[in-house]
């Protein structure tokens, strides 16, 4: 356990440190709102067994409430985002009455289809300007901080990541979370010893949906505005291509599955560019506008050389190593 706390204090002193070391703040705030809403997926998917294709509603109902509630209500920055995250809970909450009574694929394609009900819903909906997005979301202050300077607002965000890491952590190391994990691994057993096993998952569904929330309320702050593709079911894919490559059922796989996949969205063109100059093969060029092939094509080697992703491949055989020795 000690070990363990090393690794996280390491972990939380290099993520303080980046800016002066010239990373991009807006960069690594993006990263960090991503790997939030990694975490709260993998909580549900990782740790209790239930796969969702609908989280993408979370993150951009709790983006478009947060938003709106600071343009237009005139809430302070905190009161928005606690009533971002508020609306994704009672989302997460409806949704889970309605599919947790159900597993396996038709619990998935209940949640695909509810968020996909929730994007069209945004996308006629006035407040959210359809195509246009929710733009000039006030960053205001926060505990006497002026968040309109990137720095300051990067230390928010990184206080809010961890919070929001810490309770994923919480979570997994209680009761509660070892019954999580007895559902995952048997239900049947899980409910022969007398557990409701519904309340259970519904609980974690909608503890799930509050951090993606919260990530969501975090990213229309960092970059003032709210649009549908917060809630389109391409963002529910790629959290759950996030949690899978970084390593299921770790803590800090999807935090990297979230790098891995913000750095190919965001880097993958000058790395063509470079490519191009190095080889002189002009092809590497057009890298740039094929992110989603590539994606997948990182996608298919980690599944196949990292089944249990990548951290959770190295954590496997450091763990065979330690044995044999």
């Not at 109902?61 to 709106?68: D, E, I, R, V």
């Not at 300051?152 to 990541?161: E, N, P, R, S």
């Not at 649009?227 to 079911?233: G, H, Q, R, V, Y």
């Not at 390593?247 to 796989?253: A, K, V, Y």
């Amino acid at each position: 356990m000690n070990r363990q706390l090393l690794g996280y204090i390491a972990f939380a002193i290099i993520i303080a440190i980046l800016p002066m070391v010239g990373a991009y703040p807006i960069f690594v705030m993006k990263v960090m709102c991503y790997a939030l809403f990694a975490c709260a997926f993998n909580l549900l998917l990782g740790y209790t067994g239930l796969l969702s294709f609908g989280h993408a509603a979370f993150l951009g109902g709790a983006a478009y409430a947060s938003g709106h509630a600071m343009a237009v209500w005139g809430l302070p920055t905190f009161a928005g985002i606690f009533f971002g995250t508020a609306v994704a809970a009672v989302m997460g909450l409806v949704m889970g009455l309605l599919a947790i009574r159900r597993s396996g694929i038709y619990f998935a394609m209940i949640t695909l289809a509810m968020a996909q009900m929730v994007f069209f819903f945004f996308l006629q909906a006035p407040f959210t300007h359809g195509e246009d997005g929710l733009q000039g979301i006030p960053r205001g202050s926060f505990l006497g901080l002026d968040l309109s300077r990137d720095l300051t607002l990067y230390y928010v965000v990184m206080a809010i990541f961890f919070f929001g890491y810490f309770v994923c952590w919480r979570t997994v190391n209680s009761p509660f979370g070892q019954v999580l994990k007895a559902i995952r691994e048997n239900e049947p057993r899980a409910i022969s010893l007398g557990y409701n096993v519904n309340n259970f998952k519904l609980l974690a569904f909608v503890l799930s949906a509050t951090l993606a929330g919260l990530a969501g309320s975090t990213k229309a702050l960092v970059f003032v505005s709210a649009t549908l593709s917060d809630a389109t079911w391409q963002m529910s894919g790629m959290v759950i291509l996030m949690t899978l490559i970084g390593g299921l059922g770790t803590f800090t796989g999807p935090v990297l599955g979230a790098l891995i996949v913000v750095m190919l969205e965001n880097k993958v063109g000058e790395f063509g560019r470079f490519l191009s100059q190095t080889t002189g093969i002009e092809w590497f060029r057009s890298l740039g506008e094929s992110v989603t092939i590539v994606i997948g094509l990182i996608f298919i080697l980690s599944v196949l050389a990292f089944r249990r992703g990548i951290v959770g491949e190295i954590a496997h055989r450091y763990k065979l190593r330690k044995a044999g020795s």
